[in-house]
């Protein structure tokens, strides 16, 4: 089993910046591929930025390419979501996932992840 918890969310004025946090406990982080999803009211998840197992290959949604950095620390077991240049279409709660394949790749698809936090909620004020 994996438990995965998110933090660093919050309140932020357009142009402003936050980092996320989502710390894994259970099975080894190092294998797994992982991604950050994000829901706003009325809307479905979707897909923000993903990393590889060894966080030498990333993926980012073209809404968010620039201004946000995918990053982990297997040994911390922790990935995180630096996030610049907030605009408020950035408001949504925001989602970690874990897949357990130990595959090198980047999953961009929620499908494909079979572990989820709990969220965290960003909001972004214009």
């Known amino acids: 089993q994996v438990q995965l918890v998110e933090s660093g969310g919050g309140l932020v004025q357009t142009g402003g910046s936050l980092r996320l946090s989502c710390e894994a406990s259970g099975r080894s982080l190092s294998i797994y591929a992982m991604g950050w999803f994000r829901q706003a009211p009325g809307q479905e998840r979707q897909f923000v930025a993903g990393?590889?197992?060894?966080?030498?290959?990333?993926m980012y949604a073209d809404s968010v390419k620039g201004r946000f950095t995918i990053s982990r620390d297997n040994v911390k077991k922790t990935m995180y979501l630096q996030m610049n240049s907030l605009k408020p279409e950035d408001t949504a709660v925001f989602y970690c996932a874990a897949d357990l394949r130990p595959v090198e790749i980047v999953r961009s698809n929620a499908n494909e992840y079979s572990y989820w936090g709990q969220g965290t909620q960003v909001t972004v004020s214009s």
């Open positions: 990393i590889s197992w060894s966080g030498r290959r990333t």
